[in-house]
């Protein structure tokens, strides 16, 4: 099992930015989705960004595109990069994980394990 540990949230305000991290336990092998979703409060969980372990290829929601960057080193550390930051990108932020070789960010249930959550609020 893929353990998730998340950090880098925080208060920012508007037009800042912010790096999450993402720390995986665990083995990642070269056929794993990693990336990340959040919740708002009142709303459904939203895919934002995702990055494929085999060949390093990247999705993003249309909400996150031009603004968000996810990356990841050699080991086992994602990063999502966010500039530009809005008051509607406020959310809990989850670190995602799954044993496929594609990403799919149109619903929660594509991603088997789960992150504890970091909390990002942006202020206008």
């Known amino acids: 099992e893929v353990r998730l540990v998340e950090s880098g949230g925080g208060l920012v305000q508007a037009g800042g930015s912010l790096r999450l991290s993402c720390t995986a336990s665990?083995?990642?092998?070269?056929?794993?989705?990693v990336g990340w979703f959040r919740q708002a409060p009142g709303k459904e969980r939203e895919g934002v960004a995702c990055?494929?372990?085999?060949?390093?290829?990247t999705y993003y929601s249309d909400s996150a595109k031009g603004r968000f960057t996810i990356s990841r080193d050699n080991r086992n550390t994602v990063y999502l990069q966010m500039n530009n930051l809005k008051p509607e990108d406020t959310a809990e932020y989850y670190c995602?994980?799954?044993?496929?070789?594609?990403?799919?960010?149109?619903?929660?249930?594509?991603?088997?394990?789960w992150g504890q959550g970091t909390q990002v609020i942006v202020s206008s």
């Open positions: 990055i494929t372990t085999a060949d390093y290829s």
């Open positions: 995602v994980a799954d044993h496929s070789p594609f990403c799919d960010l149109s619903g929660p249930h594509g991603f088997d394990s």
């Open positions: 665990g083995f990642i092998r070269d056929d794993y989705a």
